[in-house]
């Protein structure tokens, strides 16, 4: 797996927790930010990479700023990383 796939699945979990802690739905984040509900389920699910401007847009959905959903993604993407690293 190649690092920019990590890091999308790793961002579209830091996403979703985050959007599940606020007891939103992806409908409703939609709404929140002008983004499309099908674009934050593909965010979600690993298959898009949003660009900077979409990312702040979704992070101010969140209630965080681009760099703290970044740091979160970072650290699921550490911790899938060890944990890949432990079953070798």
Request: hydrophobic fraction near 40%; proline fraction near 2%.
């Amino acid at each position: 797996m190649s690092a920019a796939p990590a890091f999308q699945h790793a961002l579209g979990l830091a996403v979703k927790h985050r959007r599940e802690e606020l007891k939103l739905t992806q409908e409703q984040l939609a709404n929140d930010t002008d983004l499309h509900q099908r674009w934050i389920s593909n965010v979600e699910t690993g298959k898009r990479n949003p660009s900077y401007a979409s990312l702040r847009r979704l992070a101010a959905g969140l209630e965080l700023s681009a760099s703290e959903l970044i740091a979160r993604t970072e650290q699921i993407e550490a911790s899938q990383s060890n944990t890949v690293n432990a079953t070798r």
